[in-house]
């Protein structure tokens, strides 16, 4: 407290407290270092000028994917909040409490931009909906609520969106963004990269196609598990992809790795990525494989009838008798 507080009186003191501006009105670029108007940056899905591709909430996500911006979410399972009674310099439980009212704040400021209600727990948010007219099933992965980390709620999660695509005959995609198994659930969180392997399963079981879109960062068990098990993987630009960190690989090998090592181009150049794609051009990508991936479903969506491909003739048996004995 100083003189001026103690003796400026409380109109004046208010009048010079009062915010001209919102704290937020300004978003820096980690590209380029220019500072960017956040309405714009919102209107841009979150693509600066120089093209980073910032963060982005699972309510934004389907608003860029669903059709009409319009879904219905899926409501996920509940599951033990501590199991292991996990205490570091904080309880468990107050960190899953201090996330949870971190993602409800940015759902309710993001709400006023539009699109159906979003469920969400834990790192988890699942929704379903058309693509271009194709059902299909979304579950994204946000880094927000403590670092996308896959714990038993998130594969509880996982599972249950892939149960779902399959009752709703609808393709299954999955935005993975994650720094790894959640270190407060132990064991239980490495146990959910089988689990998801096998609801994987059984999608592809079900003749659906499973699609990732890896997103910045994606890493540990999660890139480990269902983040590479793809039908087709899709990644944003200069996203980080990897098992390990690039410092904890240099310090291991004591060499200094290339250029854009375990980013979205690099991966792709190396074959472990099948598209780079711009955010914003990411629904027609998606909707175009989705039309080569589920065509017979396309077709019965927009009520056409189903191709029959007539087999060969058999040249041999539609022969003339005589010729054929002839030529014996």
Not at 73 to 93: G, H, M, Q, W
Not at 181 to 208: C, F, H, N
Not at 248 to 270: A, C, N
Request: proline share 6%.
């Amino acid at each position: 407290m100083n003189w001026l507080t103690n003796f400026t009186p409380p109109g004046l003191k208010s009048w010079l407290n009062k915010k001209e501006a919102p704290d937020n009105l300004w978003i820096k670029c980690p590209k380029s270092g220019e500072l960017v108007y956040k309405s714009d940056l919102e209107e841009n899905w979150n693509v600066t000028p120089a093209g980073a591709h910032m963060r982005v909430s699972p309510r934004t996500r389907f608003r860029l994917f669903f059709d009409e911006a319009r879904w219905e979410a899926i409501a996920l399972p509940e599951v033990v909040a501590d199991p292991l009674r996990f205490r570091d310099d904080k309880p468990y439980t107050t960190r899953l409490k201090a996330a949870r009212a971190k993602i409800a704040s940015r759902d309710r400021g993001e709400a006023a931009a539009g699109g159906s209600e979003v469920i969400q727990d834990d790192c988890m948010a699942a929704a379903f909906g058309k693509v271009d007219g194709i059902p299909t099933v979304i579950l994204v992965q946000d880094f927000d609520f403590m670092g996308g980390s896959l714990g038993m709620a998130a594969g509880e999660a996982f599972v249950t969106a892939a149960q779902m695509a399959v009752a709703r005959k609808a393709a299954f995609v999955v935005c993975t963004a994650s720094g790894g198994a959640r270190m407060q659930e132990g064991t239980l969180s490495l146990m959910q990269m089988p689990r998801t392997t096998l609801a994987i399963d059984e999608v592809r079981e079900a003749g659906l196609p499973y699609v990732v879109i890896l997103t910045d960062p994606t890493s540990g068990g999660v890139s480990a598990s269902y983040a590479m098990l793809g039908d087709i993987h899709i990644a944003e630009p200069e996203a980080m992809i990897a098992f390990s960190g690039p410092r904890v690989i240099e310090q291991t090998i004591r060499e200094k790795l290339p250029e854009g090592f375990q980013r979205s181009e690099f991966l792709r150049r190396k074959g472990q990525v099948d598209i780079v794609c711009d955010r914003r051009e990411m629904k027609a990508t998606l909707a175009r494989l989705l039309g080569h991936l589920m065509p017979r479903l396309v077709r019965e969506e927009a009520g056409e009838p189903e191709r029959v491909t007539q087999p060969a003739p058999d040249t041999a048996a539609q022969a003339d008798p005589a010729e054929t004995e002839n030529e014996a």
